[in-house]
């Protein structure tokens, strides 16, 4: 029995490993994103690249200082840049592995020599004839045959690469947009984390909450891509790496933009903390939205200028749902001073309508009260101001209530208080309102107050929203309930019986042997009929029914 220690080094099947290699990029396209960054890398001042559709072609020259050795170059794992490059941006030295997996021939042309061959003979380990160059004119070319890509495809991905690119790049003779990059004429602020440029920190409305990041030059990460208009983030590739093959990704990505948040957010205030001191109060406060997205109200805590959104003024009649009848409530159309809050005064009211009555709305609408719409930051100086009515009783007196009477519509059945006006008290403080009927809602006495002034049927907007069990607004089935609702508030009101019980007839017109014929109608105590007789107007003969209800 062998008792013996062995010993065994793990190994590399170079073929086997190369094969599998080609099933590491994640996209076609990444060729074209090596290929210009090593240009980049060599110091190129540009970058011209030259597809031709019809025969595959794809050709990439540059000015750079040249490839050092075609040997290297060949050498997977193997960058050949010199030391500062490897110190500062990590290459991983297989990126011209894309580039022969990509193609079925290449030639490669530069100050070390040249070759030309077919590119399964290289993936193959097989000897590379290289060829020297003589009299090397200064342009590197790299030229791929037989190419798996459209046209289309090779030019939407070079106009998204060479955004944030530092240098010049030619597409069919075509230059390219580099609007993101660092010297494409934006001002950039450097950070611990590389250069951010703020978008939109200029006006109100461009206020942006997206952003774009660059490591290398090269998009590595988008936050959501709703809008065009975005914060661009160039990362420091000496602090942040790309993730091996693609470079597509950032290595330990969710931390990092955890960490780019945080600086963009950092930078952000800044700007505004600069931008408080020289704008005037009520242009400060027109960025009231990027604060808040930013989370940095707290920088309005002293400004004396409140911004029109966290504030509402009540314009219309209060109604339990606005999207079927419409708001009664909107922003002020300028930013508020303190002096001028002050002087109105303002309110919170956290009142659902049809549960708790519109009493509240209908005394801050009286009163000609702001609300306040609970957005600012919970120093700021509003918050010594805001009176807070549902903190304070509620009470709803009638004036010279004459009588109550239930109105039976076809969805709303209610007991109507019928009266002069009536008084809303909160705390020591009134209003009596004479022209607004108010309904009190299903928590308090669930009835409705009508004042003599107010004869429609916008009470019925407080009390339903006339909706059904699938949320569809009943529109027949309210314009029902308002027509009835209207006559009943007038027969209740008129001065002359005979004008009440005509306000509160049906139309008969779908009753033709009722034509032509008088009536004499006897109610009982409950207002129901107790009986109904009818006389032929031209006969003056007298036909009695008896209702059978009542009496």
């Known amino acids: 029995m062998n008792t013996q220690t062995s010993e065994v080094a793990m190994k590399v099947n170079q073929a086997n490993l190369v094969k599998s290699l080609r099933f590491s990029f994640t996209n076609k396209t990444t060729v074209l994103g090596e290929l210009i960054q090593n240009a980049r890398r060599a110091n190129a001042a540009m970058v011209v690249i030259n597809f031709c559709p019809e025969t595959k072609t794809l050709q990439v020259l540059d000015d750079g200082c040249g490839i050092d050795s075609i040997a290297i170059l060949l050498t997977v794992a193997e960058s050949g840049w010199d030391a500062d490059v490897v110190a500062h941006e990590h290459p991983f030295g297989i990126g011209f592995l894309s580039a022969l997996f990509a193609c079925r021939h290449i030639s490669v042309i530069s100050k070390s020599g040249s070759i030309d061959i077919e590119t399964d ?118 602090r942040f790496h790309a993730r091996l093959p693609d470079r597509d990704k950032l290595v ?86 303190l002096e001028e809050i002050m002087d109105r005064g303002v309110v919170s009211i956290d009142d659902d309508i049809k549960q708790d009555g519109a009493g509240r709305y209908l005394f801050a609408w009286s009163r000609d009260y702001l609300l306040y719409h609970g957005t600012l930051d919970n120093g700021h100086w509003i918050h010594t101001l805001v009176r807070h009515l549902n903190d304070e009783e509620l009470v709803i007196e009638t004036v010279n209530e004459s009588h109550q009477a239930q109105f039976q519509g076809d969805w709303c059945w209610v007991v109507v208080r019928f009266c002069e006006g009536y008084r809303i008290w909160l705390g020591r403080d009134v209003v009596e309102i004479r022209d607004q009927a108010c309904y009190q809602g299903q928590e308090n006495a669930d009835d409705i107050i009508v004042p003599k002034g107010d004869c429609s049927a916008q009470v019925l907007q407080q009390m339903a929203s006339f909706r059904s069990e699938y949320d569809e607004f009943q529109e027949s089935t309210f314009e029902s309930d308002s027509d009835a609702f209207i006559a009943f508030v007038v027969a209740n009101t008129a001065s002359d019986p005979a004008n009440a019980m005509q306000r509160l007839l049906p139309d008969f017109c779908g009753c033709p042997a009722l034509y032509g014929k008088a009536f004499v109608v006897e109610l009982d105590q409950q207002g129901k009929p107790a009986s109904v007789m009818a006389y032929p107007v031209q006969s003056g003969q007298t036909q009695t029914l008896e209702a059978g209800m009542g009496s």
């Open 252 to 337: 330990d990505e969710a931390d990092v933009i955890k960490r780019v948040k945080a600086v963009l957010a950092q930078t952000i205030e800044q700007r505004f903390i600069q931008m408080k001191a020289t704008l005037s109060a009520e242009a400060f406060v027109g960025f009231y939205e990027m604060l808040r997205h930013w989370e940095l109200l707290k920088l309005l805590n002293d400004v004396p200028v409140v911004p029109p959104e966290a504030l509402r003024e009540i314009i219309a009649y209060p109604v339990c749902d606005t999207e079927v009848f419409g708001n009664f409530e909107q922003r002020p159309e300028k930013a508020m001073t």
């Open 121 to 238: 003979h290289i993936l193959a380990f097989k000897p590379v004839p290289i060829t020297p160059v003589q009299d090397w004119n200064g342009i590197t070319s790299i030229t791929l045959q037989d190419v798996d890509m459209e046209m289309g495809q090779i030019a939407s991905t070079l106009k998204r690469l060479v955004l944030g690119f530092p240098i010049p790049v030619l597409f069919n003779e075509q230059l390219l947009e580099r609007s993101c990059a660092l010297d494409g004429g934006l001002s950039f602020v450097n950070t611990e984390i590389g250069t951010i440029y703020l978008h939109g920190m200029d006006q109100p409305n461009g206020a942006q909450y997206e952003f774009d990041v660059y490591l290398q030059g090269l998009p590595i990460y988008t936050s959501h891509s709703y809008t065009s208009h975005r914060h661009i983030i160039h990362l420091d590739s000496c």
